[in-house]
Structure formats: structure tokens, C-alpha cells
T-cell receptor, first 113, second 116 residues
Framework: AQSVSQHNHHVILSEAASLELGCNYS??????LFWYVQYPGQHLQLLLK??????LVKGIKGFEAEFIKSKFSFNLRKPSVQWSDTAEYFC???????????FGTGTRLLVSP | GAGVSQSPSNKVTEKGKDVELRCDPI?????LYWYRQSLGQGLEFLIY????????KSGLPSDRFSAERTGGSVSTLTIQRTQQEDSAVYLC??????????????FGPGTRLLVL
């Protein structure tokens, strides 16, 4: 069965600090990878996605993620976080032949001003 | 354009009662998904509809859960004889046709269900 692991459940950073959130998945075939974000009181929004091609993908608000197939990882990065990045971040994977998304348990990020 | 909408936004019910949750997908999206977000369980897939194909019900946790999609648009998720462990946020998502293509799912605001 597919699974997604997000190792950091809670992260606290100061503004301007760099961010890296880990995401690992277990599936040996072709996958699509996603990062969704849920800001306080808002619904899930797509941050970025990887379908194929360049393994370094750029998303909204200065976020990027790198797909490393050999490590089954899709870590999310941002060089300098802002207070407005306070949110919960979810990594998700979809594999060939399946339409459902399998989500990680999420990482709550708190950015202090 | 409007996004995915869900109603009600909040629902409080008593244990043993039936509830219906509604989802209006983005216009033109042929694929519709239901997920559940609960404490300790994260986001779990429940059911998926694609056009006129038979739905993928593999994520429904019990036979108390059912869903239908009328006219290829609006969907209703029904939970019969609700239990306290059904308390969660129920999320709906939609995407354009998936016939072999990789499509992004867009999520609605969810229905927060509390079973007393």
C-alpha cells in the first residue's frame, strides 16, 4: 500500500529563516507528487506539483520542491519564510492507475514575527 | 469562476442519526472525490467518481457510508447511524477528466461534522 511520511509534525521558525519540510513516500512506480497548504480558517490549496520533467518544481509564494526518485523524497523548501506562511502543509502522492491522493499527516508551521 | 462548494459548512448531530453532506464541483470537472480529515488520521480518501464509470468506493470505512453523484455534477455523501468516530471534516475535491492524464484536484472548504 502507498504511504506518505512527513517527519516534522510541528515546526517553529522566525521570519527570514529558511524552511525545509521532509516528505517521503513508499511506491516504486510512476508517481505524481503534490504539496498542499491549509492556512488558518481556509481550505486546502495547491502549493506545487510534480508530474514529470525537471525534478525541481517551483510553486506559489516562493516555495519549491525537489523530487529525488532514488530517495523517494519530495521535500518542500523556501529560502526565507514570512509570518504569512504560518499554515499546515500536506504532502500527497498519486500513483499510476489510481486517482486518489494519499496524504501525509501534515506539518504545522508557525512563523514568529 | 467558482470553486468547489460544500454544504453545510458545519453539522452537529446526535449519535445514531443520518446525515447528508453535499458537494458542488467546479463546473466542467468530471471527476469528484470525497476525503475525510480527522484528528490522528490525517486526510483519508473515501470515494471517487469519474463520469459515468462505477465509483471507486475502496476508501469508505463501513457500509454506513454511501455516496451518489447525480447528473455527473452534484454529489451527496450520506452517513447512516452516525457514530462519534465519524466526527471529522469531510472534504470534496474535483478535477478535469482523468482519462490517462494527470490532473490536479481542487478542494472545497469542507463540512465539519460533530457527532454528539
Amino acid at each position: 500500500a502507498q504511504s506518505v511520511s512527513q517527519h516534522n509534525h510541528h515546526v517553529i521558525l522566525s521570519e527570514a529563516a529558511s524552511l525545509e519540510l521532509g516528505c517521503n513516500y513508499s511506491y516504486g512506480g510512476t508517481v505524481n507528487l503534490f504539496w498542499y497548504v491549509q492556512y488558518p480558517g481556509q481550505h486546502l490549496q495547491l502549493l506545487l506539483k510534480y508530474f514529470s520533467g525537471d525534478p525541481l518544481v517551483k510553486g506559489i509564494k516562493g516555495f519549491e520542491a525537489e523530487f529525488i526518485k532514488s530517495k523517494f523524497s519530495f521535500n518542500l523548501r523556501k529560502p526565507s519564510v514570512q509570518w504569512s506562511d504560518t499554515a499546515e502543509y500536506f504532502c500527497a502522492v498519486r500513483s499510476t492507475g489510481f486517482q486518489k491522493l494519499v496524504f501525509g499527516t501534515g506539518t504545522r508551521l508557525l512563523v514568529s514575527p | 469562476g467558482a470553486g468547489v462548494s460544500q454544504s453545510p459548512s458545519n453539522k452537529v448531530t446526535e449519535k445514531g442519526k443520518d446525515v447528508e453532506l453535499r458537494c458542488d464541483p467546479i463546473s466542467g470537472h468530471t471527476a469528484l472525490y470525497w476525503y475525510r480529515q480527522s484528528l490522528g488520521q490525517g486526510l483519508e480518501f473515501l470515494i471517487y467518481f469519474q463520469g459515468n464509470s462505477a465509483p471507486d468506493k475502496s476508501g469508505l470505512p463501513s457500509d454506513r457510508f454511501s455516496a451518489e453523484r447525480t447528473g455527473g455534477s452534484v454529489s451527496t455523501l450520506t452517513i447512516q447511524r452516525t457514530q462519534q468516530e465519524d466526527s471529522a471534516v469531510y472534504l470534496c475535491a474535483s478535477s478535469t477528466t482523468t482519462s490517462g492524464a494527470w490532473e490536479t484536484q481542487y478542494f472545497g472548504p469542507g463540512t465539519r461534522l460533530l457527532v454528539l
